[in-house]
């Protein structure tokens, strides 16, 4: 267990819904990052937020958006969802910086029909 | 674009040290390599990393060539619950914020 938790573990949305997905960081840790795995790829980087603030983003479009509260649990917001949308959602805590673990959640997956 | 090398897939027997290589000839000198594994269908786990020096921690050992040009994490007594796929991944550099790029990683298969 890696004391960041996720929620749902799974969710079906219908294309053209908007979805919230929930992390909890680890206590302690004050960056939150997020990835979208899709089936048989490896993680990709969606976008990081630093005591709530954005500290970088990948190649992922607007309709993906994010927060961070004081707490430094986080929330990920898709938009105007899309078929490829399906994928596992990972979040990541750590104390930010270069020379830090991340510590995974095990994930909300995301089926769009 | 990952800037770590690894092979598709290995094969380790249970009980043996099972070697899993990376390149990453691109590395620069204020990047670390970190190791990640990720059994199906959870969240990657942390495995170790390292800067320049070697590396070790209860789970695997980490093995950084003097040119930092690839490097190689050691399971020294492989069981059947480290199958798993495992990301080799090289984060760092003045622009970046700890973002990890992960690549299509290596599926070790330990067998009985």
């Known amino acids: 267990e890696t004391g960041v938790t996720q929620s749902p573990t799974h969710l079906i949305k219908t294309r053209g819904q908007q979805v919230t997905l929930r992390c909890s960081s680890q206590s302690g840790h004050n960056t939150v990052s997020w990835y979208q795995q899709a089936l048989g790829q490896g993680p990709q980087f969606i976008f990081q937020?630093?005591?709530?603030?954005?500290?970088g983003r990948g190649n992922f479009p607007p309709r993906f958006s994010g927060l961070q509260f004081p707490n430094y649990s986080s929330e990920l917001n898709v938009n105007a969802l899309e078929l490829d949308d399906s994928a596992l959602y990972l979040c990541?805590?750590?104390?930010?910086?270069?020379?830090?673990?991340?510590?995974f959640g095990q994930g909300t997956r995301l089926t769009v029909v | 674009d990952a800037k770590t090398t690894q092979p598709t897939s290995m094969d380790c027997a249970e009980g043996r040290a099972a070697n899993l290589p990376c390149n990453h000839s691109t590395i620069s000198g204020n990047e670390y390599v970190y190791w990640y594994r990720q059994i199906h269908s959870q969240g990657p786990q942390y495995i170790i990393h390292?800067?320049?020096n070697n590396e070790t921690n209860e789970m695997a050992s980490l093995i950084i060539t003097e040119d930092r040009k690839s490097s190689t994490l050691i399971l020294p007594h492989a069981t059947l619950r480290d199958t798993a796929v495992y990301y080799c991944i090289v984060t760092g550099g003045s622009s970046n914020t700890g973002k990890l790029i992960f690549g299509q990683g290596t599926t070790l298969q330990v067998k009985p």
């Open positions: 937020y630093y005591r709530e603030e954005e500290n």
């Open positions: 990541a805590s750590s104390l930010g910086g270069l020379n830090t673990e991340a510590f």
């Open positions: 390292g800067l320049k």
